[in-house]
């Protein structure tokens, strides 16, 4: 197998954007594809592949090519390690240059090699995740955030039945997925595919979004009728499924500081045919004046270090420092402090993030207890779920009660 040059330069540039520059993954990504047209669907799919392979193991493949950062054409040499690790023509290119063959072997003896080559982590990120697990947990979820993450499909019961869908998918598209009882509306799909050109999805009739990610939403329990705002919409993924599960009764209050992400949502909705959310920039005061203490369930699905679903971005593990993390827990806290005065009395508090850690969750929430506005609140319930237990996104949940 060949690897085109105009493909790998265009490899090259994303690496050097991400580890450099510090793009976003999923920005970075959709910059190359809409600035190379007319790659092939084949093409278009690779360079996805092996960017995503090149950002993942980052540590190992500089192991085994026996590079390092000031090796020269660093990331050209990244993507050499995976054409020989993956059987691939070896160019003979300048920027490849020395690089014949490979300075060790897969697997990594851990006799010879410390895990933060054998699973491609900073220093930092290992020394935080044995603080905060055993060694043994740790390098099992290591080994599942590693593994690509499963693509899941949350099903728009306002139109149709998971059931339906699934008949649907497998008859017309020959799509084969399958079920978990402990996620009502998901769709476990046997392969990666894209889905957003078919009819289907264009009807509305279901979502991409993680099985984790839906298990927010039913910790939310909201019920038709119901007030909830959503401090921290995003494009309104778990928005949407309130709304489903509320069956587009009652009110949902979106907030936001991205206007972009709230346009998202708004399409979204018209997709999905949900009229119950009304969004707003999350610094509107007079949002917060009309609604102090008047929602049943204020949701803050809070910005966090991403940590818990590295399978699917793996860039966080190299753009995140232990100090942009410290920046991230004083903004949660402001979040739980400036949203939790929304819940009425007898109301609930739902805190959620994509992060494992403790420090961005379980001690957030006794921070934000201690506080005087956390004082009128009671923790009900939490748990961490971890990618090596679950098989999905590593996720937080917490439920709170306003007494």
């Not at 050097?16 to 993954?25: G, M, R």
């Not at 309104?236 to 998202?264: F, R, S, V, W």
């Not at 708004?266 to 707003?280: L, Y």
Request: hydrophobic content about 40%; aromatic content about 6%.
């Amino acid at each position: 197998m060949k690897l085109h040059r105009n493909l790998a330069l265009g490899i090259v540039e994303g690496l050097q954007n991400i580890f450099t520059h510090k793009v976003p993954l999923r920005v970075e990504l959709t910059r190359l594809l809409k600035l190379n047209r007319k790659w092939g669907s084949r093409d278009r799919r690779l360079l996805g592949q092996i960017l995503l392979d090149c950002i993942r193991w980052k540590t190992t493949y500089a192991h085994l090519g026996n590079l390092d950062p000031k090796t020269n054409h660093y990331h050209w040499k990244l993507l050499g390690v995976w054409l020989l690790l993956k059987e691939y023509e070896h160019p003979q290119w300048e920027e490849l240059n020395g690089l014949e063959k490979l300075h060790a072997i897969l697997p990594l003896d851990p006799k010879k090699t410390n895990r933060i080559i054998r699973h491609s982590i900073p220093d930092w990120l290992d020394k935080a995740g044995v603080e905060a697990f055993d060694e043994r947990i740790w390098e099992k979820e290591l080994t599942k955030q590693n593994e690509k993450a499963l693509l899941v499909l949350r099903v728009n019961t306002l139109k149709t039945t998971p059931e339906r869908l699934q008949k649907v998918l497998a008859s017309k598209f020959n799509i084969v997925s399958n079920r978990i009882e402990a996620y009502p509306e998901a769709l476990i799909l046997e392969k990666h595919l894209k889905l957003t050109h078919l009819e289907p999805y264009q009807k509305g009739l279901f979502e991409i979004q993680d099985a984790n990610s839906q298990l927010v939403s039913h910790w939310v329990d909201p019920k038709p009728g119901m007030k909830v705002i959503d401090a921290c919409a995003g494009a309104g993924g778990k928005t949407l499924h309130m709304a489903t599960l509320m069956k587009n009764k009652g009110n949902i209050i979106a907030l936001d500081t991205y206007p972009k992400k709230l346009e998202q949502l708004i399409k979204r909705a018209h997709r999905n045919r949900i009229n119950i959310i009304h969004t707003h920039h999350a610094n509107e005061t007079t949002v917060f004046e009309s609604n102090h203490k008047k929602a049943d369930v204020v949701l803050i699905d809070a910005p966090c270090s991403g940590l818990g679903i590295l399978r699917r971005n793996p860039a966080a593990k190299w753009l995140m420092t232990p100090k942009r993390i410290e920046e991230l827990q004083e903004l949660q806290l402001q979040i739980l402090q400036k949203n939790a005065p929304l819940v009425k009395k007898g109301g609930r508090l739902i805190y959620a993030t994509c992060s494992i850690f403790p420090s961005e969750n379980s001690n957030q929430i006794q921070s934000f207890l201690s506080t005087e506005v956390g004082q009128g609140f009671k923790l009900q319930r939490e748990k961490t779920f971890l990618a090596h237990e679950t098989g999905f996104d590593g996720f937080f949940i917490a439920e709170l009660s306003a007494v």
